[in-house]
Nanobody
């Protein structure tokens, strides 16, 4: 099973940018669909973005579309989430997730992913 480690979280002012990284080890993720989810305190985990194993297709939640960009570097075995124009509502613990091949369920659901990282905290001050 692939091991995922997120990094890059921190505290930012509203309107600032941040880039999260998800480094994979144990096996290559070149054939993995990868995603980012987040969970704010007291709320359910929610889908943020996903990217196909080829990198050709991306998916975003309506709340981040146009502000966040998911990308991948299969040589570095790493997935990124570039977050622009941050808002206080973006404050959450951000999780990286992955699953081999094409998903059998919608990538917007946590059930699509079998491997998860421990999360990195993003806090946005108003």
């Amino acid at each position: 099973q692939v091991h995922l480690v997120e990094s890059g979280g921190g505290l930012r002012q509203a309107g600032a940018s941040l880039r999260l990284s998800c480094a994979a080890s144990g096996r290559t993720i070149s054939n993995y669909t990868m995603g980012w989810f987040r969970q704010a305190q007291g709320k359910k985990r929610e889908f943020v973005a996903a990217i196909s194993w080829s990198g050709d297709t991306t998916f975003y939640s309506d709340s981040v579309k146009g502000r966040f960009t998911i990308s991948r570097d299969n040589v570095r075995n790493t997935v990124y989430l570039k977050m622009n124009r941050l808002k206080p509502d973006d404050t959450a613990l951000y999780y990286c997730a992955g699953d081999q091949g094409d998903p059998v369920v919608a990538v917007t659901t946590a059930f699509a992913f079998g491997s998860w990282g421990q999360g990195t905290q993003v806090s946005v001050a108003s």
